[in-house]
Each structure stands twice: as C-alpha cells, then as structure tokens.
T-cell receptor, first 112, second 114 residues
Framework: DQQVKQNSPSLSVQEGRISILNCDYTNSMFDYFLWYKKYPAEGPTFLISISSIKDKNEDGRFTVFLNKSAKHLSLHIVPSQPGDSAVYFCAASGRNTDKLIFGTGTRLQVFP | GAVVSQHPSWVICKSGTSVKIECRSLDFQATTMFWYRQFPKQSLMLMATSNEGSKATYEQGVEKDKFLINHASLTLSTLTVTSAHPEDSSFYIC??????????FGPGTRLTVT
C-alpha cells in the first residue's frame, strides 16, 4: 500500500522554465511533508518542507504548495537550472513520529 | 547543514558472510536514527528506527535477526546484515534526526552479495 505517490516517474523541462513536481498521499494523519533531492548512489538532500497548518512555503527558487483537501502537494522550481537534474522524492510524516514515508520519486531533467 | 556519514560507501561480500555498516552524525547528537534500503529505481523503504540505548523498532516484514541494529551512542548507529544473500544486495541509507527538526541522510552504502 503506497501511502505517498508520485505518479510521474520523469519530467523534462527547459532551463529557465518552471518545474512542477507532484505528490499525492492517502493517509489523512500525515501532517508534515518534505521534499528531498537525490543523485544516484548518494543519500537524499533535504530541500524544503511544509507543515499541514500552511498551504505554501517558499525558499529561494523552491516553493511547496499543500492542498490538504485534495491530499496533494507540489514542488515548484523556478527558474529551473541544469544542476537541478536529479530524482526528487516527497516524504510525509505523522503526528508524534519521526518516521518518513517516501514517494516513488520523479526524475527531473533540465536541459539547456 | 548537519552532516551524516556512512562507512563503508560500498562493500562486496560473499554469500553467507556478515557485513556491518556504520552511520555517524558528525556535528550533532541524534537520539534517533533510521535505516532505509533502496532497490534500483524504487523508493526508499524504511527498515527500522534506531533509538539510542534501547532496542530498534523494525518495520513490518523486516527480519530483526537478519538486520541487527545497534545504537550505542548519540552519534553512532550500526546495521549488521547477517548471513547475507544475493537478495540482500541493495543501497542502504541511514538518516539521523537533528534536534532542530529535520532528518539528514547519509551518503548511502551499496552492498553487493556474490
């Protein structure tokens, strides 16, 4: 049972344009969401997070949007850069737990 | 940012042998560390939660006798894959929770069992 889903396995975006990565979850007990960036054979790197009490969090070129009613979150990267090319995982955790449930990942390729 | 290291970064072992992987938080104390494994092109799957000074909590389907976890100090957790078999070949990643909130991940250990 995949509680966190990223339905797009890959995304290709031109440099300078916006990249939008999507994530859906099924467990209504999740109240904290994170995005991680991962290169092959490396551990994930934390990018940005959002609490369920917010619907938007912005950090530089990265913005995460949360739609609780739809159980959907998205990561916007603008402008996209070739160095953003990596696999992006969304993750979720619930109240009173540090356990993270990861999505299946989306491979982003930013081309010149 | 916080740094988490893992050692070794890759290891090849023969079937039936045991392998120990270390996870260290380098600039903060972590009362809780997590162990994940990732198969090619798949998600990170949580194996167990490692708590300093107490027994690890294993996720459903993870054999505790096969994947031994020891969290001996606030900066070190070890995962020992006992009697490894080829199906245990995977990418193992640890993470440590910084008291300032976020989880930071180690660089991972690639295990190949021949």
């Amino acid at each position: 049972d995949q509680q966190v889903k990223q339905n797009s396995p890959s995304l290709s975006v031109q440099e300078g344009r916006i990249s939008i990565l999507n994530c859906d979850y099924t467990n209504s007990m999740f109240d904290y969401f994170l995005w991680y960036k991962k290169y092959p054979a490396e551990g994930p790197t934390f990018l940005i997070s959002i609490s369920s009490i917010k619907d938007k969090n912005e950090d530089g070129r990265f913005t995460v949007f949360l739609n609780k009613s739809a159980k959907h979150l998205s990561l916007h990267i603008v402008p996209s850069q070739p160095g953003d090319s990596a696999v992006y995982f969304c993750a979720a955790s619930g109240r009173n737990t540090d356990k993270l449930i990861f999505g299946t990942g989306t491979r982003l390729q930013v081309f010149p | 940012g916080a740094v988490v290291s893992q050692h070794p970064s890759w290891v090849i072992c023969k079937s039936g042998t045991s392998v120990k992987i270390e996870c260290r938080s380098l600039d903060f104390q972590a009362t809780t560390m997590f162990w994940y494994r990732q198969f090619p092109k798949q998600s990170l799957m949580l194996m167990a939660t490692s708590n300093e000074g107490s027994k690890a909590t294993y996720e459903q389907g993870v054999e505790k006798d096969k994947f031994l976890i020891n969290h001996a100090s606030l900066t070190l957790s070890t995962l020992t894959v006992t009697s490894a078999h080829p199906e245990d070949s995977s990418f193992y990643i640890c993470s440590a929770r910084d008291p300032r909130v976020e989880q930071y991940f180690g660089p991972g250990t690639r295990l190949t069992v021949t």
